[in-house]
């Protein structure tokens, strides 16, 4: 178990630079998640961790010792690869032990410790086996095998899941989550699937272009997105976001929709739109606020009743996802199965601003608190 | 409708088909057609062969041409036959074959799995080095050889034969290590082997068919060198194919065709052996792709 800290880290190739300034800490124990799209530097992020790249600027700190210089092999981590990265030429026990081979770690205590991962991953079987005579799903649990031989200080995981089929995938995802509860181990995940991140992480860093957008908890990053990126990748459908237009109604600040008809809904956070009287904002509004009339909602505060034009309704089974346009703006609303919904048709939605969040227009940051 | 068709193009098929074996027969005999002369008249005596019946299969069949060309047959002024000679080649071959198999195989794995700065230069640099012909360097490898005083001796081939080959071994390495993914390293680096460990442990063992091909290629050029072999060694380094080219080209009154095709026949003995041996490997291996782990 070991925090982990990493303070202004930059990683220059020549003239580009990969990572911007890095800043980020975490408890022990705790399940970090680096999500972002291709090519924003989370990779590179953890290669730098450990060890495998070297950072151009900035400090790692494992356990608060400085391991900015260090070698891999010091470090103290163990890292579970894409493609899973077996020994082709070892078999799945070789494989377990080699780690703690070249740790000078006894024969038999070595086999101890292959026999105690076999036990933990359902692995036992396969032992003798070598690498190309397993499947997918099995190849991953050996990698994760190798990883636990060491108990090292900290977990990586680049990205394991993504070479497995859906099912197996929600299947190894719940494993790691109840691993990591068994364990209490730091890890840290890179991954680029947002469920991913949602599901597994106790903080999960956004990243975009060599930055982090936002670090937090999953509800946090949910709900407070501090900017258009973050509320736009995470949460899958995503966050709608409505074109509003910032009027001043009985001595409040509201917001100005174009539904089927204009509707003017509230806002929390009145201070913020201030500045942005008479302009456009964009509201940001989660599917699931946007349903069916629910009669114990109606009356509350910022909670508006209103009519959409429905162009396209997909169900899913738990919910009924209705595509509408507000405001010029594809809009995802979330029903319950039972609403009658049908393309083409106008029919009355409840629009709940009291989670809704505002972005300026231009930079895309969020303006309310 | 089918029927018929399928019939008609079956038809084609088996013309083509035996066209395709007259074909590959007919090349097939021009390739072995001289070695079969070569067969033939070394088990002849040497009153047959001055008969004028090259083709034609030897009257009674006579191993006394083999047992000169191998201890008794004049090479110069020396008359021990081609066992010396043989035995010299292996000395050269041997450590020459191991040396450059090794030095290329680590040099592949550094030049793909531990980039350094320059290192693609180093390898378009090393590249050159399989497009020089060798009679440009003669002259300047005679004098590095004479300085490090190992001119005329087997140490001085065996280099020589080293620095050629290190260029082609590490070509073949390196184009094989490129398919293992940086990953399987990087895994290693991070399970705590070093350098050589990881070269050992997990680069050298899935290896072998790239060793094979390497270790035939090699084996089949320094074995059947001449210029080096008559440029670079000594009166009693000289290997196979410098003795071959002395025991034709001297004779005492009648030349004895029957002993130069032997000897010839047993200077190409322990390539045909490899190519037999490990052939299959050879192929496979010039076509080996990723290694799946």
Known sequence: MANLVIENVKKRYGQTEILKGINISIEAGEFLILVGPSGCGKSTLMNSIAGLEDVSEGRILIDDDDVTYSSPKDRDIAMVFQSYALYPNMTVAENISFGLEMRKVPKDEREAEVQRVADMLQIGHLLKRKPAQLSGGQRQRVAMGRALARRPKMYLFDEPLSNLDAKLRVEMRTEIKKLHQKLGTTIVYVTHDQIEAMTLADRIAVMKDGEVQQLGTPQEIYDNPTNLFVAGFMGSPAMNFVPAKVVEQNGAFALELQASKPTIVPFSDQESLKPYLGKEILLGLRPEMITEPQPHKEGAAFVVTADIDVEVTEPMGADTMVLTRISEAEVNCRCNPVYPTKAGETIAMMLDTSKAVAFDKDTGERIDQ | ?293
């Open chain 2, 1 to 293: 409708m089918s029927n018929v068709a399928k019939r008609q193009t079956s038809g084609l098929d088996k013309v083509l088909r035996v066209a395709l074996y007259v074909c590959l027969l007919a090349m097939a005999t021009v390739y072995l057609a001289p070695f079969i002369v070569m067969l033939l008249t070394s088990l002849k005596d040497v009153e047959e062969i001055r008969s004028g019946t090259l083709l034609s299969l030897p009257g009674s069949i006579d191993f006394s041409a083999w047992s000169k060309a191998w201890s008794g047959a004049c090479t110069g002024s020396q008359c021990e036959g081609m066992a010396p000679y043989f035995m010299n080649s292996f000395k050269i071959v041997i450590p020459a074959v191991a040396i450059s198999t090794l030095l290329g195989a680590i040099n592949g794995y550094v030049i793909s799995h531990w980039k350094f700065r320059g290192s693609d230069f180093f390898f378009a640099a090393l590249l050159v080095g399989c497009f020089i012909p060798f009679q440009v360097i003669l002259l300047p490898m005679a004098r590095t050889l004479g300085w490090l005083g190992i001119a005329n001796t087997t140490t001085g081939l065996v280099l020589v034969h080293v620095v050629y080959g290190v260029a082609f071994t590490t070509l073949f390495f390196r184009n094989f290590y490129q398919s293992i993914p940086g990953e399987l390293i990087k895994a290693a680096r991070l399970d705590g082997a070093g350098f050589f460990t990881i070269f050992y442990r997990i680069i050298l063992p899935v290896s072998t068919p790239i060793i094979v091909v390497t270790v035939i290629w090699q084996f089949t050029q320094i074995w059947n060198d001449f210029l080096f072999g008559v440029a670079f060694s000594g009166f009693d380094t000289q290997p196979v194919t410098v003795a071959l080219n002395n025991l034709v080209n001297t004779s005492f009154g009648g030349k004895e065709y029957n002993v130069d095709m032997a000897a010839a026949i047993i200077a190409a003995l322990p390539t045909l052996l490899v190519y037999v041996l490990a052939g299959k490997y050879f192929v496979r291996g010039l076509t080996a792709g990723a290694v799946k782990g």
